[in-house]
């Protein structure tokens, strides 16, 4: 079952409402792993949040995306999820302060996601060595950025990962439906309205903004995590489905009983095969830079 406990959630009416409803979901991650350092940076323009140890420039990165519904959430209010999957993987990260709707709307975050991978290039760290990984909103936007990475004719990433991603804005999984009851953080009027404030007049088929809708052909090897009684599995399932068909290395693993982003239950014992899972997918898939 989720770890997260049941709770009555008002009417929503204004982007206010929404932010409140995230940053409530967010204050559950519990704290950051003790020891992980955390340290204000940017990649060119695009500010964010190093985490790990020691970052070194020809060192392999896990480019991050936080969840939020586009609207909300920061690499402060996701220390704790980043700071597990640095913690499992031993890889440093660096957390990407994308722009919110509806200050900044679509596609804003997808710019700012690929000229954060610009900057990594520019530092010197080969795109072999960088895994493109988010959760829910951010696990879409990890896959948007990939493509329009392979789109701008860029060397594509080792790996992309996502956690219970939102990949399809315009909320047409069934599971939106059938696991409204089973899922006690995401429902459909927290996910439609985060879409529209996102999009505005954009369709929401769009691939950029729903890469469920995309051709995935050239892209790395992909494994995607999410629980079974959350609204978002079916995401999950098509982003699978779209690797597949273009014959991409895929996994995508639903775990029985699991709610969204369940690998921040740390007494769970699904959380901790989650992740070590990712970690060893991160590992793998991200290539170090070979001496001279």
């Known amino acids: 079952m989720a770890f997260w406990p049941q709770t009555q959630a008002k009417p929503l009416s204004g982007i206010e409402d929404v932010r409140a409803r995230y940053a409530a979901s967010f204050a559950r991650?519990?704290?950051a792993p003790e020891a992980m350092d955390f340290s204000p940076?940017?990649?060119?323009?695009?500010?964010?949040?190093?985490?790990?140890?020691?970052?070194?420039?020809?060192?392999?990165?896990?480019?991050?995306?936080?969840?939020?519904?586009?609207?909300?959430?920061s690499p402060e209010s996701h220390r704790a999820l980043v700071g597990k999957l640095v913690d499992a993987s031993g890889i440093g990260a660096f957390s990407?302060?994308?722009?919110?709707?509806?200050?900044?709307?679509?596609?804003?975050?997808v710019r700012d996601g690929i000229d954060?991978?610009?900057?990594?290039?520019v530092r010197g760290v080969l795109a072999s060595a960088i895994i493109l990984a988010g959760d829910e909103a951010g696990g879409g936007l990890a896959f948007a950025v990939a493509l329009a990475v392979r789109n701008a004719g860029l060397e594509m990433p080792g790996g992309i990962v996502g956690l219970s991603p939102w990949a399809?804005?315009?909320?047409?999984?069934?599971?939106?439906?059938s696991n409204r009851k089973s899922d006690t953080v995401l429902d459909w009027d927290l996910l439609f309205l985060s879409a529209r404030h996102y999009l505005r007049?954009?369709?929401?088929?769009?691939?950029?903004a729903s890469p469920?809708?995309?051709?995935?052909?050239?892209?790395?090897?992909?494994?995607?995590?999410?629980?079974?009684?959350?609204?978002?599995?079916?995401?999950a399932s098509k982003l699978g489905d779209r690797a597949a068909a273009s014959n991409v290395a895929v996994s995508v693993e639903i775990y029985d009983g699991m709610g969204h982003l369940f690998q921040m239950d740390g007494a769970s014992n699904e959380a901790k095969v989650s992740l070590g899972r990712l970690a060893q997918f991160i590992r793998a898939k991200s290539a170090m830079m070979v001496e001279a």
């Open 168 to 177: 399809d804005l315009s909320l047409s999984g069934y599971s939106i439906l």
């Open 29 to 31: 991650f519990g704290p």
């Open 96 to 109: 990407v302060q994308y722009r919110l709707a509806p200050e900044s709307f679509f596609p804003a975050a």
């Open 212 to 235: 469920a809708y995309a051709a995935f052909t050239g892209f790395p090897p992909v494994m995607v995590h999410a629980g079974a009684n959350e609204i978002l599995r079916d995401d």
């Open 116 to 121: 954060a991978y610009r900057g990594l290039l």
């Open 41 to 73: 940076g940017k990649l060119g323009a695009i500010p964010g949040e190093w985490v790990g140890a020691v970052r070194q420039e020809s060192g392999r990165t896990i480019l991050y995306f936080h969840g939020g519904g586009f609207v909300a959430g």
């Open 201 to 208: 007049k954009s369709n929401p088929c769009d691939a950029y």
